[in-house]
Each structure stands twice: as structure tokens, then as C-alpha cells.
């Protein structure tokens, strides 16, 4: 019974943490990430080499509020425009770029549902 007691008092903590500061739950590349009214930015690293090179974004998710943010940067200089989504969506974007390190930037704004996030460099025919 005790045991009862403290895993409700654990959930309803979570509950509003995440009521009043916004949840997030996930590493993406490799597992969806589940929002809670969560607002942040986030960044990660993508090392491109050789020639005829991009970068693909896989985005899979529904959003039930808020909104999510995507683009990529290289030196501090933003080389893509932003991508915006709002509710459901299934996308795939392909961005050529040169050789070099760049950033993905994904931004949500008090964001509620569920994303899956999948990028890669990779080698691309022209296009």
C-alpha cells in the first residue's frame, strides 16, 4: 500500500512539472520523443563529407498543440529555410550541401504529441 502511495505521489510530481515547465521525452534520432506543453531549443551535430552530398530529414509525428521549428545552420549561419509544423505531418526533406560540419536546430513552442526525428548525411545523385 505504501508502495501505491509513493508511486502517486511520483506521477502527480511529474504531472505538474510538466503542467507548469513543459515535459519532454526521448533522444531523437533513435526514439520518438513525446511532448508536454514543452518549449526549448535544441541542437545537434552533422559531419558531411565527400562530393555530391545532402543532408535528408525524416519527420513523422502529431502535434496536438504548438508548433515545431527545423533548420540547419553551419558556422553560426543559417544554410536552409525554417521548416514550420503544426498538427499531423510526414515529411522528408533533402538539403544539398558542401562539405563540412553543420547543425540541425529543432525549436518547439509549448508543443503537446508525439515526433519521430530521423536525419542522416549521405551521398545523393544530383539534383
Known amino acids: 500500500m505504501r508502495t501505491l502511495l509513493v508511486l502517486l505521489a ?15 521525452v526521448g533522444v531523437p534520432p533513435f526514439t520518438p520523443v513525446y511532448y508536454y506543453n514543452y518549449t526549448a531549443e535544441k541542437t545537434y551535430g552533422v559531419r558531411v563529407a565527400g562530393g555530391s552530398d545532402a543532408i535528408k530529414i525524416k ?10 521549428i527545423i533548420w540547419i545552420t553551419q558556422n553560426n549561419r543559417r544554410v536552409t529555410r525554417p521548416i514550420i509544423l503544426r498538427g499531423e505531418f510526414d515529411k522528408i526533406k533533402k538539403y544539398k550541401v558542401d562539405y563540412g560540419n553543420y547543425t540541425i536546430h529543432l525549436k518547439t513552442i ?7 526525428y530521423d536525419w542522416v548525411s549521405t551521398k545523393f545523385k544530383t539534383f
Open 10 to 24: 511520483i506521477a502527480g510530481g511529474v504531472y505538474l512539472y510538466a503542467v507548469n515547465y513543459g515535459l519532454a
Open 59 to 68: 519527420l513523422n509525428g502529431n502535434l496536438k498543440k504548438g508548433k515545431l
Open 110 to 116: 509549448e508543443a503537446e504529441g508525439k515526433v519521430r
